[in-house]
């Protein structure tokens, strides 16, 4: 697919980055959007340098207006990517509609405006690919991740039935699934209550879990690094044979056991393999 048009949601770092370089290195046109177009000033450098096909668009795709004005400076596009996410992080019960408004708007919304936005162009023409970047979370729940969980949840939902009617005019649906992946996503995390240092009942079990995730993370260096994503992209945009890709030997895991065993076995085999007590 390369000379094939790209935009790519949430490029300012980690995985949106990954997946812009790596479309770009492959001869793609890419639309490289970000809120802050400041942030793509290197990635603008780096495309002149290597003759890259890439031009930063700025797009917050909480927006309608930005979304519009985005689209259209980026004329007839192949392929969208939405990459663009952020978790809100704590226990339900110190969370506020507000909060899950918040956690919808970029994670839910924002792909869902883009999709409507493009649709009907790709349904006219026959074809077009739609990468959603979900998580682990999207297919289980986990402590303290109750909302960015539903978010995620939420995408694959509207990617499963997205792939069905949309696969009827040519229009392939993918869903990548990473694990623990080395960007700045946690550093970016939005603390709600106990996991913002507030005094809660909840604040044992934001210490364990915190603990949990960085067993999980293993040494400094060690966790899947970006461009694996960006590869799985590349393969959906590419290939496309599946709905869903995992990335990462923490999500396979987890997705494998999920698949092998009813859910009470495989919460049961959780808590002993990460030896929680929540
Ligand atoms: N890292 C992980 O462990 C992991 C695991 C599973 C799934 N994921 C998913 O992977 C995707 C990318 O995350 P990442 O790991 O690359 O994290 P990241 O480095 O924090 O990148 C998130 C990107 O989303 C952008 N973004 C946030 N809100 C936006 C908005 N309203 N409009 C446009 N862009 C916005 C950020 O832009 P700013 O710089 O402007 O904030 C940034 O470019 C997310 O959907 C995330 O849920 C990540």
């Not at 390369?2 to 790596?22: D, E, F, N, W, Y």
């Not at 960015?148 to 040519?170: D, N, P, Q, R």
């Not at 209550?193 to 604040?203: T, V």
């Amino acid at each position: 697919m390369p000379g094939k048009s790209v935009l790519i949601t949430g490029t300012s770092t980690g995985i949106g980055r990954a997946a812009a370089r790596m479309l770009a290195a492959k001869g793609y046109r890419v639309l490289a959007t970000m809120r802050t177009p400041d942030k793509g000033r290197d990635l603008a450098e780096d495309a002149k340098a290597n003759g890259w096909d890439l031009t930063i668009v700025p797009l917050d795709v909480r927006d309608d207006t930005s979304a519009r004005a985005a689209l259209q400076q980026a004329g007839d596009i192949d392929v969208l990517v939405n990459n663009a996410g952020f978790e809100v992080w704590g226990p339900l019960e110190e969370m506020t509609v507000d909060d899950l408004k918040d956690q919808f708007e970029t994670n839910v919304y924002g792909p869902f405006r883009l999709i409507t936005a493009v649709l009907p162009r790709m349904r006219q023409r026959g074809s077009g690919v739609i990468v959603n970047v979900s998580s682990v979370a999207g297919r289980v729940g986990a402590v303290l991740n109750g909302l960015y969980s539903a978010s995620k949840f939420s995408l694959e939902a509207l990617s499963e039935s997205l792939s069905l009617e949309a696969g009827h005019w040519g229009i392939r649906v993918h869903i990548i699934e990473p694990g623990g992946i080395d960007t700045p996503f946690a550093s970016n995390r939005r603390n709600v209550g106990a996991a913002a240092g507030n005094e809660s009942p909840y604040a044992p079990m934001v210490q364990e879990w915190e603990g949990v995730m960085d067993r999980l993370a293993g040494p400094r260096g060690s966790r899947t690094k970006p461009e694996a994503v960006a590869e799985a992209i590349v393969e959906a945009i590419e290939k496309g044979d599946k709905l869903r890709y995992p990335v990462g030997t923490d999500a396979q895991m987890v997705l494998t056991a999920l698949k092998a065993m009813d859910y009470e076995a495989f919460i049961s085999a959780m808590r002993q393999q990460l030896g929680v007590t929540w």
